[in-house]
């Protein structure tokens, strides 16, 4: 399992520009936002989506980021809903680590923007 | 391998922690150059003030308001027409610009009421106009001249006219930079909310950090327009200076170049909800992407891949004619700051290229994060780099070309190596599927062009040097 959470983790690092918003809360809400709607999108084909914009944002990147891997990593398809959901949970906690957690980023923690 | 400290940077080592090499197993946590603090004293950089973030990159873009700077001429003069933004105004905001001129005698005794006398000329002299931006220099803000009594005064006084005040002088900050961060802080503060747009698409964006470079701005308005959505506010290419007080009804704000104008971004999501969509608009994969997801936002994904489709049929037999010609080819990338991670990914995966050496002005951590993320092993990574840096990298990695500015540029070509503006875009525009093929373009006519044999012919040997 750990070889895969870091082809995703690795790829999504590589592609998507939410994880590199400019303060901790900005990545944190993203990085939380986003792999939680890819996730339902991964295990139940469809996920719950509220009226307001930022909830539809995080949809439209979660529902980028799930075509986007499935198609150039098949093994995910073959994995059943566990399977899914606790690799896509390694990954959101290896990049709440790399991105935030462990950041060399000293703006990060700036108190505004 | 960590940090390198170039041979010219023997007697600055300081400059080790802004050159980086990445290796095999390393990432953002194990090493990231400092970036955005202070040049270091010896190091002969090339940043920009703060004024000219603010004037030259950001407030200069609008298409229909006057440029008032207030400080010497050559504060005006060399923030002027070097900038390739276009705009559908007759390209006004290209064509003009205006300074209070102050000399001595206006910095002993205060350059108030020249300020004022300076800005009804201006008025008078396009009565057409009813914008102002004001900006205050390094000589009129040590004088400690209070630019904002003199705009409120004269908007008094004309009753038409709406004056906005940039109180950003070069010594501001580190670099350029500052000035961006202070331009949009200052309009989200002052300006943002006091119109209100006309609305007619249900569909509503904000383009955030995109400077009609060449007409790129063009090119995505056109995108958006056949998508059916209503563009709000340009920030700032062919950008409304009405159009932009209305900022906040949008439903969405497209970013694209999130160093420069990331901050109203986040300002305009903290205080009105709106949230900030990134985008790379360069490269067909990237822009693609980009579309698909302002069409999934608004429930039109039909749209944008109707329009992905027309454009893909259209460009992409060009690109591949390009990509098979540019495949294997050493870039260097030494530009402002957030191209380097915008482009990396782009030339490797779409034209085969490597990039081989990255190098930023005024980029802040955040953009060494992307672009070292993005970015190859071996490939150096260098922060506010300087000319006697680049010609030992040039001696390392023999790039087959160079996208920089005009400056290095010019130092490159003395070198025999192609070098493109990436900053002005030679022939550009570069954005969206018709922008890349020019990219291709420019970078195979540069790449491939008969002058570089013929430069290093001597003329004066029978033999012509060879």
């Not at chain 2, 276009?86 to 610009?97: E, I």
Request: proline content about 4%.
């Amino acid at each position: 399992m750990d070889d895969r959470v870091e082809e995703l983790y690795s790829y999504i690092q590589s592609r998507c520009l939410w994880q590199f918003f400019p303060r901790e809360w900005d990545r944190r809400a993203n990085i939380e936002g986003i792999l939680e709607k890819a996730i339902e999108l991964l295990t139940e084909g469809e996920c719950q989506v509220s009226e307001t914009l930022l909830d539809r944002y995080f949809y439209v990147e979660a529902k980028a980021l799930v075509i986007d891997v499935k198609s150039r990593f098949p093994w995910l398809n073959e994995l059943n809903k566990a399977e899914k959901r606790a690799i896509m949970e390694e990954v959101k906690k290896k990049l709440m680590e790399v991105m935030v957690v462990k950041s060399l980023n000293p703006e990060l923690r700036l108190s505004g923007y | 391998m960590p940090f390198v400290l170039f041979r010219c940077d023997e007697v600055i080592p300081e400059r080790e922690k802004h050159c980086y090499v990445k290796s095999p197993g390393e990432d953002i946590v194990t090493y990231l150059p400092a970036a955005n603090i202070a040049t270091i004293p010896g190091t002969l950089t090339e940043r920009g003030c703060a004024y000219c973030g603010a004037k030259l990159v950001i407030g200069g873009a609008i298409k229909d308001c006057i440029q008032m700077i207030h400080g010497p001429v050559g504060c005006a003069y060399n923030t002027w027409h070097t900038k390739r933004y276009l705009s559908d105004n007759n390209d006004f905001q290209l064509k003009h610009v205006c300074s209070t001129d102050m000399k001595e005698s206006h910095i002993v005794f205060g350059g108030m009421d020249r300020l004022k006398k300076s800005i009804k000329e201006a008025f008078a002299a396009y009565p057409e106009i009813k914008r102002m931006i004001v900006y205050i220099t390094c000589a009129t803000a040590l004088i400690g001249d209070d630019i904002d009594a003199i705009a409120r005064e004269v908007e008094e006084e004309l009753g038409d006219v709406d004056i906005f005040c940039v109180k950003c002088p070069g010594f501001a900050g580190v670099s350029q930079s500052k000035g961006h961060h202070e331009f949009n802080m200052e309009w989200m503060r002052d300006k943002v909310g006091e119109c209100e747009p006309e609305i007619w698409s249900p569909y509503t964006v904000n383009i955030i950090g995109e400077y009609n470079i060449q007409g790129d701005g063009f090119i995505m308005e056109n995108y958006m327009k056949r998508m059916g959505i209503q563009v709000i506010g340009h920030f700032t290419g062919n950008g409304s200076y009405d159009l932009l007080r209305g900022m906040h009804r949008a439903k969405l704000n497209v970013v694209i170049c999130a160093r420069s104008a990331g901050y109203i971004a986040n300002e305009l999501k903290r205080r009105y909800g709106i949230p900030r969509l990134d985008i790379d608009p360069w490269g067909f994969d990237y822009i693609a992407e980009g579309l698909r997801k302002i069409g999934t936002f608004f429930g039109i994904e039909d749209r944008a891949e109707k329009l992905i489709a027309e454009e893909t049929a259209k460009w992409r037999p060009k690109l591949d004619w390009y990509k098979e010609r540019l495949a294997g080819k050493k870039i260097c990338i030494w530009t402002g700051g957030p191209r380097l991670w915008h482009w990396v990914k782009a030339f490797e995966d779409e034209l085969g290229m490597r990039v081989v050496a990255m190098s930023c002005k005024f980029g802040h951590p955040d953009d060494f994060e992307k672009a070292i993320s993005r970015g190859r092993e071996g490939t150096i990574y260098i922060d506010d780099g300087n000319e006697l840096e680049f010609f030992e990298v040039i001696e390392k990695v023999k790039p087959d070309i160079i996208y920089t500015g005009p400056r290095v540029g010019d130092l490159v070509k003395k070198l025999h190596i192609p070098y493109l503006d990436g900053h002005g875009e030679h022939n550009g525009p570069y954005m969206g599927f018709e922008g890349f093929v020019h990219m291709a373009r420019d970078m195979y006519n540069a790449i491939y062009s008969k002058l570089w044999q013929l430069a290093k012919e001597d003329i004066r040997r029978k033999d012509n040097g060879r």
